[in-house]
């Protein structure tokens, strides 16, 4: 199908369908592309819009990986679906790295690497011309070492060279009936486990089943993180009123203890985006690199 622009589907501020032009531009002058698609809100309209320019000429790729919830991968089919989206899933393996399961600082990096490795090769088998993903102008403020690896494999990041936001993000895909435009942030399932916790399937396992039942509970934003036998639940401060009910939480106690906890506990600051990095030091987020967009046309292009 002929690469083609499109107009906006539904009224937004002028400044932001300039962005959203400045987009469509971007990735048409980048295709044929693959998209990084884990059904979040950012991978979920980067897939759309590369759609929209590039028609066939954009293939969607959802890893299969323990550290991804299935809760995602359906988002994810009801996305490729609703817009007839080019779409496969592909298998990562970066459980079989020490490097990623001993779970430092830059445990993002060696996720990150293993998965633009596995859509590098599949771009070069199938004959597309570069990978991209969904980093914004919010992940800038905080630490990001996943970036450093789109950065080595040349995976371009289009929100960053057009300088789109979260918010924004949300209000194109709500312009354009995206079903993932009011999920709550998303994150990998291993960024529950504090600096140090070794990453098992086992622990990502407890996690995802423990946040599926948080939202049963009626739960919207929330975290639950994994503390050996603790479990630190974070939840949006305006639902905490609600978990401090005696009641609510004892239904909580017996909905997460029995996954292998001695504890539940419930965060009084509530859920804040970034919490797994308040631990770090100073040193420690100085020595990343900013992020910056990445425009070349893959690493054999550069």
């Given at each position: 199908?002929?690469?083609?622009?499109a107009?906006?589907?539904?009224?937004?501020?002028?400044?932001?369908?300039q962005?959203?032009?400045?987009?469509?531009?971007?990735?048409?002058?980048?295709?044929?592309?693959?998209v990084?698609?884990?059904?979040?809100?950012?991978?979920?309209?980067?897939?759309?819009?590369?759609?929209?320019?590039?028609?066939?000429?954009?293939?969607?790729?959802?890893?299969?990986?323990?550290?991804?919830?299935?809760?995602?991968?359906?988002?994810?089919?009801?996305v490729?679906?609703?817009?007839?989206?080019?779409?496969?899933?592909?298998?990562?393996?970066?459980?079989?790295?020490?490097?990623y399961?001993?779970?430092?600082?830059?445990?993002?990096?060696h996720?990150?690497?293993?998965?633009?490795?596995?859509?590098g090769?599949?771009?070069?088998?199938?004959?597309?011309?570069?990978?991209?993903?969904?980093?914004?102008?919010?992940?800038?403020?905080?630490?990001?070492?996943?970036h450093?690896?789109?950065?080595?494999?040349?995976?371009l990041?289009?929100?960053?060279?057009?300088?789109?936001?979260?918010?924004?993000?949300?209000?194109?895909?709500?312009?354009?009936?995206?079903?993932?435009?009011?999920?709550?942030?998303?994150?990998?399932l291993?960024?529950?486990?504090?600096?140090?916790?070794?990453?098992?399937?086992?622990?990502?396992?407890?996690?995802?089943?423990?946040?599926?039942?948080?939202?049963?509970?009626?739960?919207?934003?929330?975290?639950?993180?994994?503390?050996?036998?603790?479990?630190?639940?974070?939840?949006?401060?305006?639902?905490?009123?609600?978990?401090?009910?005696?009641?609510?939480?004892?239904?909580?106690?017996?909905?997460?203890?029995?996954?292998g906890?001695?504890?539940?506990?419930?965060?009084?600051?509530?859920?804040?985006?970034?919490?797994?990095?308040?631990?770090?030091?100073?040193?420690?987020?100085?020595?990343?690199?900013?992020?910056?967009?990445?425009?070349?046309?893959?690493?054999?292009?550069?």
């Amino acid at each position: 199908m002929a690469p083609r622009m499109a107009s906006p589907l539904a009224p937004i501020p002028s400044d932001l369908q300039q962005k959203d032009a400045a987009l469509q531009r971007c990735l048409q002058h980048a295709g044929p592309v693959l998209v990084a698609f884990s059904g979040g809100v950012d991978s979920s309209y980067l897939a759309f819009a590369a759609h929209r320019v590039l028609g066939s000429g954009v293939l969607a790729v959802t890893a299969l990986s323990p550290s991804y919830p299935r809760s995602h991968r359906e988002v994810a089919l009801a996305v490729v679906e609703r817009f007839g989206i080019p779409h496969r899933f592909v298998e990562t393996d970066e459980m079989a790295q020490e490097s990623y399961r001993a779970n430092g600082p830059d445990r993002c990096y060696h996720c990150k690497t293993e998965l633009f490795t596995v859509l590098g090769q599949l771009r070069d088998t199938l004959g597309y011309a570069a990978v991209a993903y969904g980093v914004n102008m919010d992940d800038t403020g905080d630490f990001h070492p996943g970036h450093r690896a789109a950065e080595e494999q040349g995976v371009l990041s289009p929100y960053l060279e057009v300088g789109l936001g979260k918010q924004e993000i949300r209000a194109l895909s709500r312009a354009a009936h995206v079903p993932s435009a009011e999920l709550p942030a998303s994150a990998c399932l291993d960024s529950r486990l504090p600096y140090g916790t070794k990453v098992t399937a086992e622990r990502l396992a407890q996690v995802e089943e423990g946040e599926e039942r948080l939202h049963a509970l009626g739960f919207q934003q929330l975290r639950l993180r994994h503390h050996g036998t603790l479990a630190r639940v974070e939840l949006a401060p305006k639902e905490l009123p609600r978990a401090l009910d005696p009641a609510m939480a004892q239904r909580i106690v017996a909905a997460i203890k029995p996954l292998g906890f001695r504890f539940v506990s419930l965060d009084l600051e509530g859920y804040r985006s970034g919490a797994l990095n308040e631990e770090l030091t100073q040193g420690e987020r100085d020595a990343q690199p900013p992020l910056l967009p990445i425009t070349r046309l893959g690493p054999e292009r550069a």
